[in-house]
């Protein structure tokens, strides 16, 4: 049963630094991996899809990686904002079109 | 990115009634949606796969005839919290594929629903 953790479960830091989010996965056999944004009460924002045969995609200032063979993904986030505050979820994708997430990483960036 | 949109986004019901929320693909066809739900500071757990035009799958544990799916059109699916009871009280979040809904595509997520039964 695939099983998907990130690391740190929350992380508070002052605007402007650099920030990694990490998620490791159990099971190598994905389609693709997918990072998400969720802010209290709302639904989720896609941010990166990242497919099993790729190693890293870039969106403006967030730039994820993925390494199947060792089941870990990272999340990137540059010269950080407050806006930036939310819970980020990683998903992956083990085919029937079904993710299964992590727990999230509930980010807080102080001004 | 597609467009995915959940109504309503806040219900409250009395127990032993019966709820309905909606997910609409506003601008692409989705042959398969998926419905989960979301316990508070938990991830999302997913519940069952809606597919247009017949039954929908149910993840194991999850009782189908507490939670009905229907999907009667490429653009909409609807799940109907019968019977709720305040241990249904969550946040149940929609979710659908675009690009014919191959397992390669982006999921889209809809805005969510708070449900409370009191």
């Known amino acids: 049963k695939q099983e998907v953790t990130q690391i740190p479960a929350a992380l508070s830091v002052p605007e402007g630094e650099n920030l990694v989010l990490n998620c490791s996965f159990t099971?190598?056999?994905?389609?693709?991996l997918q990072w998400f944004r969720q802010d209290p009460g709302k639904g989720l924002t896609s941010l990166l899809l990242i497919q099993s045969s790729q190693r890293e995609q870039t969106s403006g200032r967030l730039n994820a990686s993925l390494d199947k063979s060792s089941g870990r993904s990272t999340l990137y986030i540059a010269a950080s904002q407050p806006g930036d505050s939310a819970t980020y979820l990683c998903?992956?994708?083990?085919?029937?079109?079904?993710?299964?997430f992590g727990q999230g990483t509930r980010l807080t960036i102080n001004p | 990115g597609a467009v995915v949109s959940q109504h309503p986004s806040r219900v409250i019901c009395k127990s032993g009634t019966s709820v309905k929320i909606e997910c609409r693909s506003l601008d692409f066809q989705a042959t398969t949606m998926f419905w989960y739900r979301q316990f508070p500071k938990q991830s999302l757990m997913l519940m069952a796969t809606?597919?247009?035009?017949?039954?929908?799958?149910?993840e194991q544990g999850v009782e189908k005839d507490k939670f009905l799916i229907n999907h009667a059109s490429l653009t909409l699916s609807t799940l109907t919290v019968t019977s709720a009871h305040p241990e249904d009280s969550s946040f149940y979040i929609c979710?659908?594929?675009?690009?014919?809904?191959?397992?390669?595509?982006?999921?889209?997520f809809g805005q969510g629903t708070r449900l409370t039964v009191v």
């Open positions: 998903a992956v994708n083990q085919g029937a079109q079904k993710l299964v």
């Open positions: 809606s597919n247009e035009g017949s039954k929908a799958t149910y």
């Open positions: 099971d190598s056999a994905i389609y693709n």
């Open positions: 979710s659908a594929r675009d690009g014919g809904g191959g397992s390669h595509t982006e999921a889209f």
